[in-house]
């Protein structure tokens, strides 16, 4: 069994670093659960408005041209002889065999979120309490958590498992009040962690972290 695998069926997060964790938290707030955050192993990400900035000079020129042909829907793109014939869309393969990553501007719930994982160097874990869903890192060597995206539960509409091929069993998509959705895999072969994000996202279990 890899160490994802293990992590997945034995970790209990809540218990390790709950009390790490609760130094973040307001007075009374409670963990309800947490686990690890991991992006799916593949996927789409076109849907994830990006700003200029994180745009190549192409893109943007496309970008300007034609607002939203980064986006394109169709699967076939065209032929050329000279590069191999068909030019498939490769965000549309990756959309069949892992499903949509997340979709939602830049400065969405779903965009922002992203962000912080992706730029962040340490490890990542999800952690949702009674009040907040949040994303917090721990950097190698550290005993103390550092919060790296915070909304709170309110703007959590919707939280469903959706599992895809290629060790995404455990696949998580939540939904936002502002239209946008991030998926991430709370298990690689499991349900059950994923099952328990969606319980605790769903307001159906009660906090054990500390008070």
Not at 49 to 69: F, L, N, Q
Not at 77 to 87: K, R, S
Not at 132 to 147: C, E, K, Q, S, W
Not at 174 to 182: E, L, P, T, Y
Request: no cysteine; proline share 5%.
């Amino acid at each position: 069994m890899t160490e994802s695998a293990a992590d997945d069926l034995m970790i209990n997060y809540v218990k390790v670093y709950g009390s790490d964790v609760a130094r973040l938290f307001a007075s009374g707030e409670r963990l309800v659960d947490m686990g690890g955050y991991r992006e799916p192993l593949i996927g789409d990400e076109s849907r994830l408005g990006r700003t200029p900035e994180e745009m190549g000079a192409r893109a943007r020129r496309v970008e300007e041209r034609s607002p939203g042909a980064m986006q394109s829907e169709k699967f076939v793109q065209g032929f050329d002889p000279f590069a191999g014939g068909l030019q498939t869309n490769p965000d549309r393969i990756d959309r069949f065999l892992g499903g949509l990553s997340g979709e939602g501007g830049p400065g969405s719930a779903a965009g922002r979120l992203w962000r912080a994982a992706k730029g962040y160097g340490g490890i990542a874990y999800y952690a949702v309490t009674d009040r907040r869903l949040l994303l917090v890192g721990n950097n190698p060597g550290a005993d103390t958590f550092d919060l790296l995206f915070e909304v709170p539960l309110a703007q959590v509409v919707a939280a469903t498992v959706r599992g895809k091929l290629l060790m995404q069993r455990g696949r998580v998509e939540v939904r936002f009040a502002d239209g946008s959705m991030k998926a991430w895999t709370p298990g690689m072969f499991s349900t059950s962690a994923a099952r328990r994000l969606v319980a605790a996202l769903s307001g159906q279990t009660k906090g054990t972290g500390p008070r």
